[in-house]
């Protein structure tokens, strides 16, 4: 059984910083390609960013590129997002997603994932 339990989430300034973190536990966390992505009131899921395997490669949104960083450390089996220069419209439910297929390369496909945590929410104010 796969779980994905995300941390960190609360309210923060505009302009200001915060960081989310993923625990993993039940399978080889250190094979699998990792990301976030994010859910807004009223809209759809949406990618963030995601990490390959080893966190030698990642994979930004246009909307998030050069504000978030993402990061994983395998023998903790933890991924984490840090978000800095905060905007309203980062406002939402941060989910972290585990790759489906082992080895699997970064990617922005909603379809590409097969676990999911419950979610910690993020709340930007102006």
């Known amino acids: 059984q796969v779980q994905l339990v995300e941390s960190g989430g609360g309210l923060v300034q505009v302009g200001g910083s915060l960081g989310i973190s993923c625990a993993a536990s039940?399978?080889?966390?250190?094979?699998?390609?990792m990301a976030w992505f994010r859910q807004a009131p009223g809209k759809e899921r949406e990618f963030v960013a995601s990490?390959?395997?080893?966190?030698?490669?990642?994979y930004y949104a246009d909307s998030v590129k050069g504000r978030f960083t993402i990061s994983r450390d395998n023998a903790k089996n933890t991924v984490y997002l840090q978000m800095n220069n905060l905007k309203p419209e980062d406002t939402a439910v941060y989910y972290c997603?585990?790759?489906?297929?082992?080895?699997?390369?970064?990617?922005?496909?909603?379809?590409?994932?097969?676990?999911w945590g419950q979610g910690t929410q993020v709340t930007v104010s102006s």
């Open positions: 997603a585990g790759h489906r297929v082992m080895w699997g390369t970064v990617s922005g496909k909603l379809d590409d994932y097969s676990y």
């Open positions: 039940g399978r080889t966390f250190n094979r699998y390609a």
């Open positions: 990490i390959n395997w080893s966190g030698g490669g990642t």
